[in-house]
T-cell receptor
């Protein structure tokens, strides 16, 4: 079974530039998550989709971050404009169910973003 | 707000040692606690714990949950250099229309020869 795919793996941009990350979850997984992991910290949930609807985006800085999952499969996360403090690893994860049973999340390899 | 605190923050041991990693939590309406291993980027799932006192075991790794005292431990026996990683603890609350995890900062384990 193919895992969660993310691209790019690394990105270096200057502050105030825009950047987009892509995630392809495990086939058939209904729920998709974007996390931000700053160096030395645990992952922090940014946004959670169930199919193509947003379940939770309470920790997403909506003035600069946006995400979509138009067809309920792939997702993109965008930052516009980027700030220095956005430097982090952006992890995408997916889980199969709609939360009715206990199932774990499966993580992708992440995208490491460096904002200069 | 849900909270997860892990200790120690970092640990250096010799190969063959046994280590215990700690995770304490505060969560409204507890559903499960999860342990992940993060070597480079992607956290990989180790255990999911839902009931107190029942040990989950996988090879040299084991974990147990105490829902009364709100903590969990992860034990690694006969450590190997391949166990070097950051170990993340996360909690999942109810209700769960989907799985919302709150992570701790992790324990960085380094196993030396």
């Amino acid at each position: 079974e193919a895992g969660v795919a993310q691209s790019p793996r690394y990105k270096i941009i200057e502050k105030r530039q825009s950047v987009a990350f892509w995630c392809n979850p495990i086939s058939g997984h209904a729920t998709l998550y974007w996390y931000q992991q700053i160096l030395g910290q645990g992952p922090k949930l940014l946004i959670q989709f169930q199919n193509n609807g947003v379940v939770d985006d309470s920790q997403l800085p909506k003035d600069r971050f946006s995400a979509e999952r138009l067809k309920g499969v792939d997702s993109t996360l965008k930052i516009q404009p980027a700030k220095l403090e956005d430097s982090a690893v952006y992890l995408c994860a997916s889980s199969p169910s709609l939360g009715l049973v206990l199932e774990t999340q499966y993580f992708g390899p992440g995208t490491r973003l460096l904002v200069l | 707000e849900d909270k997860v605190v892990q200790s120690p923050l970092s640990l250096v041991v010799h190969e063959g040692d046994t280590v215990t990693l700690n995770c304490s939590y505060e969560v409204t309406n507890f559903r499960s606690l999860l342990w992940y291993k993060q070597e480079k980027k992607a956290p990989t799932f180790l255990f999911m714990l839902t009931s107190s006192g029942i040990e989950k075991k996988s090879g040299r790794l084991s974990s147990i949950l105490d829902k009364k005292e709100l903590f969990s431990i992860l034990n690694i026996t006969a450590t190997q250099t391949g166990d070097s990683a950051v170990y993340l603890c996360a909690v999942e609350p109810l209700p769960a229309t989907a799985s919302k995890l709150t992570f701790g900062t992790g324990t960085r384990l380094q196993v030396t020869l």
